[in-house]
């Protein structure tokens, strides 16, 4: 072994070589360390206690679900299953506890279980049917989605309430989310580096087949891998739903690809051999700082996408250049260079803490160029809308953004993506950066309250817009009648159809309480017309695409339809699409929220109606009552935004 001839002096200088030893050969913390101090001195907000603590809460599921994905891929393999597998877990504790009338403690554990049987799965799938791990877990991504769509039937179950502590604070400042994490680190930690399990892990990843060679039982190994994988996915789901004081039958959806993002940025390589839990916690803190600063800066929406993906390719290219850089020292200095002291060793860790801030300089760039700052405005204002991935909403964020313009107003709109805990952390950053008000759109407006509770706590005002929020405090709510405006589709359809015919129903996103409302609301009305008959009711997530192939399908089975409702434009126009030159004419369809291309259609004749919301107008409203509330004047309970059916004979009146 190779000895230090130049030993260091004791004492305070040590201190200093150290951390500057820490951070050279640990790119992903000195990325994180130089990443703190810029959110720092980009925002104000970012360096306080509070707002730090939002983001090791919003970094405990990612890296609960990481930990688990960590064994995975130190073995060399891949879990494409773990957001529906925490989303599984949870709803079977949900449904066990209150449908079923099983004791929690029981529920729970069943819970546990139900993650590491999808694991065990998996891992039989890899190990003993041979199939690669990737094809393998995206199917149980599938099957566990679709049986927690199946148990719950599509709706959020309400979670226990001696479960939901588990979302809650100690002391009332030091979140109990947090503490899971710690703890499912140091299991990771202490699996990994000290039981036999954890060094077949590595055994396995450096090389299968020597590892068998060696006496390893490599497909049993495989069994309990996976199995980990799934147990630490089921705890993650239950403290998610704990946040969200329910369970969600699609929570936790691209989360998978996060969990892989935070192993890879904290060092480990795919392929296999290399990995630990302390550089998997860094990168969800990596993942979680960059999505807490670029709120609280303001960026755009869209922009943070951009952002968080090129964090993620630039982590694995600083991966692969940093074992090129590895290998090329240790071939041409030789292994008893390699050590700690050794110009080698030296030139690597500076390539690695150089590459780190490279990233990170790349991210600082990125949110100067594209902050979209404020107007100036003495108020304050954060949106959060459900998703932007939808005209209606974007729609609705351009009257608010005209509305906030024209008034002075400083409004930062956020994108939920449809994740419920997503916009819980929104909102989270609201509160923790005190804005004077707050509007939100919920994915969920009973997975919404707990977030609007802690603003209700900080005095923050909170107007709903378009769905209402439960088991919280608003100022206001904002909406059109979603209820209503499913039974004037539902009349006029049976009226187009002269009272008979068969129709078939497209649903939004299961769960939504836009897609339960409109729903609700379509089939009160068409229970006046026992003439139509709906033949067939299929969920296509609000999404065009979506609408156009479950459209395509439906007909197969059903071709002598005469209706079609859907529970949005966007559904409506893909089923248009598939109807082809039966739409208008044969079959006519009624869609929902008055879009733009929505009209459009309804012009040509292709669209029978659609049942209008004006969001524009929706957005600008809630920006004044949310100024309002800001200033402690007095604004009505309910704000009702006119819904009206929009035929070929009135578009013009919206267009």
Known sequence: MATDTHPRKAGAGAAGPGLRRLLLDNGALTALVVLLLAMSLLSGDFLTTQNLLNVGVQAAVTAILAFGVTFVIVSAGIDLSVGSVAALSATVLAWSATSAGIPVVLAVLLAVATG???????????????????????????????????????????????????????????????????????????????????????????????????????????????????????????????????????AAQGYELDAIAAVVIGGASLAGGVGKASGTLIGALILAVLRNGLNLMSVSAFWQQVVIGVVIALAVLLDTLR???????????????????????????????????????????????????????????????????????????????????????????????????????????????????????????????????????????????????????????????????????????????????????????????????RGAGFAAGIKAYPGVKVVATQPADFDRTKGLDVMTNLLQGHPGITGVFAENDEMALGAVKALGGKAGKSVSVVGFDGTPDGLKAVGAGTLYASVAQQPKELGKIAVRNAVRAAEDKKVAGTVKVPVKVVTRQNVADFS
């Open 323 to 517: 074992r090129k850089a590895g290998s090329g020292a240790a071939s041409s200095a030789g292994s008893s260079a390699a050590g700690p002291g050794s110009p080698g060793s030296g030139r690597r860790g500076a390539m690695k803490a150089g590459l780190a801030l490279v990233c990170v300089a790349a991210v600082i760039a990125a949110v100067t160029f594209f902050n979209s700052g404020s107007s100036g405005g003495s108020t304050r204002i954060g949106m959060s809308l459900s998703t932007l991935n939808n005209p209606f909403f974007v729609q609705m964020k351009a009257g608010a953004q005209a509305e906030a313009k024209a008034a002075g107003i400083d409004l930062t709109v956020t994108d939920a993506q449809n994740d419920a805990s997503q916009q819980a952390n929104q909102l989270q950053n609201f509160t923790s950066s005190g804005v004077d008000s707050v509007i939100v759109n919920p994915v969920d407006s009973d997975a919404v309250g707990p977030a609007v509770r802690s603003a209700n706590d900080a005095g923050i005002p909170v107007v709903a817009a378009d769905r209402g929020v439960n088991k919280a405090d608003t100022a206001t709510l904002v909406a059109s009648d979603n209820v209503a405006g499913g039974k004037l589709a539902a009349k006029a359809l049976a009226d187009k159809l002269g009272g008979k015919g068969s129709i078939v129903v497209l649903q939004g996103t299961a769960g939504t309480s836009a897609s339960r409302e």
């Open 116 to 250: 590491i049987a999808c694991g065990f799965v998996n891992g039989a799938l890899v190990a003993y049917g041979k199939l690669p791990s990737f094809i393998a877990t995206l199917a149980m991504l599938s099957i566990a989605r679709g049986l927690s769509l199946v148990i719950s039937q599509g709706s959020p179950i309400a979670f226990p309430d001696s479960v939901s502590t588990l979302g809650d604070t100690l002391g009332g400042w030091l979140p109990v989310p947090v503490l899971v994490m710690i703890a499912m680190g140091l299991i990771t930690a202490l699996v990994l580096a000290r039981t036999y399990l954890g060094r077949s892990m590595y055994a396995i990843g450096g090389n299968e087949e020597a590892a068998r060679l060696s006496g390893l039982r490599v497909k049993k190994q495989k069994l309990a891998i996976y199995a980990l994988s799934g147990l630490f996915a089921a705890v993650a789901g239950i403290v998610l739903a704990s946040r969200l004081t329910s369970a969600q039958p699609q």
